[in-house]
């Protein structure tokens, strides 16, 4: 079987994470790995739990986490995620059975006269749910591109969230890039 690239020569469990953006040759496996990669990727778990992350099924090196996509197979990304999530306070939420929308308002996602955000726009890539003090705060997405289409559905979300169910948010779209990386835009809804 010849070596295939990216993975360091690792043909047996081919399962590890990336220490550099975007590269492939940065991929290390735990056999791989130097000891200063494996204490960094231990130490980044042993937080997990502080911002909200639960065990994963996936008892390998580098996964014992369930960390959202991008961090999932990235240190430089679990790095910024861990930094943002401690500085402003925040716990990932993966609740079960509600959209986002519904989650952020508090509401069980039903039969509504307001529509879910299940599906469709492009703005709603590597989309994460945040918690501040326990409750709904933030919807976080972090998608390649933001069309016009995309800014007007986020403002017109913002829009009928305030003025027609009364729930103080705030909506925003920058163009640098969020903890996810690789040239990722950032998109928010804020409760509060």
């Known amino acids: 079987m ?3 690239p990216g993975y360091n020569n690792c043909r047996a469990c ?3 994470v990336h220490f550099v953006d975007g590269d492939v040759d940065s991929y290390r496996c735990f056999r791989h790995a130097s000891d200063a990669e494996r204490e960094l990727v231990d130490a980044l778990d ?3 739990p502080r911002i909200g992350l639960k065990e994963s099924e996936d008892w390998l090196w580098g996964h014992w986490y369930d960390w959202p996509y991008g961090p999932n ?4 990304a679990r790095q910024r995620l861990i930094q ?4 402003n306070r925040l716990r990932e ?3 079960k059975r509600r959209c986002p929308i519904h989650w952020l ?3 069980p996602c039903g039969r509504s006269e307001y529509p879910c955000l299940e599906g469709g726009s492009d703005w709603r890539d590597h989309m994460t749910l945040w918690t501040k003090g326990g409750k709904p705060h933030l919807i976080v997405a972090q998608p390649y591109e933001v069309t016009d289409r995309d800014r007007r559905h986020v403002s017109g979300l913002v829009f009928d969230l305030n003025v027609v169910k009364g729930l103080p948010v705030t909506g925003a779209i920058r ?3 969020g903890w996810y990386g690789y040239g990722a835009l950032w998109v928010e809804v804020r409760r509060g």
Not at 84 to 87: C, G, R
């Open 84 to 87: 943002w999530a401690t500085e």
């Open 73 to 76: 197979i990235g240190v430089p």
């Open 93 to 95: 939420a993966r609740p």
């Open 2 to 4: 010849a070596d295939l």
């Open 175 to 177: 163009e640098e890039s």
């Open 14 to 16: 081919r399962r590890g």
């Open 105 to 107: 308002m508090g509401r």
């Open 46 to 48: 042993a937080q997990a």
